[in-house]
């Protein structure tokens, strides 16, 4: 079992972009309602990527520097980063298969 | 609690808004074996409603999230099971009909469509492409985004006011742009956001554009009447128009109307035996919480007796 883990402003730069493997970043909020149900799909697909992608995520209401930093202005989003730079954004709720699909892409 | 799921069932409701829960409050009591599939989240549209106040017996008012919650706790209470996967097809066997879904084939003796309808986009060019810097279709999530800029919100039905009311918290100031002279929402609705000084309307206007490179920067507006272009200069835009039915996968098994919506009779029976279908999705729904509500309750015990018959 992997879960996702929390980063926040001041871990970013090596939680994510330092990471080795790729970093999916969750925006989230705990006013988005959308978000709060995303949570147990992403915890799930965490174990099933398993050491191919970590799985992140970032409260955007106590960490305004990394959210404005990528201009992140609807939530749930979902932004994959690979070698310290962001190369899928997924913006809105989406289902479990439809994010597989977009993870695979990465991988 | 999805990987074991058994895959026989007296009835399979599809959709998990307050016309699918409603009918698996019914179905399960009735103590039939139910599956409820779900694709996403589990309340419905209502769920996106800060407050819904016209919901009897809540007299306060209630969050449509929370009232979502209570609909699944209790019908969970009685015995109905939930999957989420995307139904991707209706098939007819004889005495059998099987739903297909991203997680496999679930047969069941009556099925109940309750599958509800998605939120309709502008389609115009810029919507796409700023969707997520700016283009937004959920105010309860994005609002705090724009605090102290103007915001416009499209459309004018009751989500439309709803999302405005709740903006005003923080924007600037919000301009409803409709492309009618009146609002279709409540006139309760209606009377709230007048009163709220930060809000504005636009009316007999449509969008036609929406400009920014990195983020909404302008929208550029048609006057309908007149033909006049216009420009407004926004940092956000909130997409609440038309919905539109989710029944492209029964195309072509069950009787639509032209806009897609699901013809029933009075007992939620479709022209199929055995199929039912219960609130937004059928015809001249009022897509009303309680209604829908009504309709799945309906569609549980004209399904019942289909199934005993």
């Known amino acids: 079992m992997s879960k996702p883990i929390e980063v926040d402003d001041a871990s970013f730069e090596q939680k994510v972009l330092q990471s080795k493997i790729p970093v999916l970043v969750d925006f989230w909020a705990p006013w988005c309602r959308p978000c709060l149900m995303a949570a147990p799909v992403l915890e799930e697909l965490a174990s099933d990527y398993a050491s191919k992608i970590t799985f992140a995520k970032l409260d955007v209401d106590q960490n305004a520097q990394v959210a404005a930093k990528y201009n992140i202005m609807a939530i749930p989003n979902l932004i994959i980063f690979k070698e310290g730079k962001p190369v899928s954004q997924i913006v809105g709720y989406k289902p479990k298969e439809e994010l597989k699909k977009d993870l695979d892409a990465v991988l | ?309």
């Open chain 2, 1 to 309: 609690m999805t990987a074991k799921a058994k895959k026989e069932y007296d009835v399979i409701i599809i959709g998990g808004g307050p016309a699918g829960l409603s009918a698996g409050i019914y179905t399960s009591r009735s103590r039939l074996s139910s599956l409820l599939i779900e694709r996403g989240v589990v309340g419905g549209r209502i769920a996106d409603a800060e407050l819904v106040e016209n919901y009897p017996g809540f007299a306060e008012g209630i969050s449509g999230a929370e009232l979502g919650q209570l609909m699944q706790q209790q019908a969970a209470k009685y015995g109905l099971s939930f999957v989420t996967a995307e139904v991707t097809g209706l098939e007819l066997k004889k005495d059998k009909r099987v739903v297909k879904t991203t997680r496999g084939d679930f047969t069941a003796k009556a099925v109940i469509i309750a599958s509800g309808s998605e939120r309709g986009k502008l389609n115009i060019p810029g919507e796409k492409e700023l969707t997520g810097r700016g283009v937004s279709y959920c105010a309860t999530c994005d609002a705090p985004f724009f605090k102290e800029k103007p915001i416009a919100v499209v459309g004018g039905g009751n989500a439309a006011i709803s999302e405005a009311l709740h903006l005003a918290k923080f924007a600037s100031h919000v301009i409803v742009i409709h492309r009618r002279n009146q609002l279709r929402a409540t006139r309760i609705m209606e009377e709230k956001a007048r009163a709220q000084s930060r809000i504005e309307f636009l009316w007999d206007t449509v969008v036609e554009k929406i400009e920014g490179k990195d983020a909404v920067r302008r929208l550029i507006l048609r006057q309908v009447k007149t033909g006049k272009p216009s420009t407004l200069d926004v940092a956000g835009v909130f997409v609440s128009v038309g919905l539109k039915p989710s029944t492209d996968f029964l195309k072509g098994v069950v009787p639509l109307d032209k806009a897609g919506y699901i013809i029933t009779n009075d007992l939620m029976e479709t022209k199929i035996p055995g199929i039912f279908a219960a609130g937004d999705i059928r015809q001249h729904s009022p897509r009303q919480a309680i209604t829908a509500a009504g309709d799945g309750a309906t569609a549980a015990v004209f399904a019942e007796k289909f199934i005993n018959q």
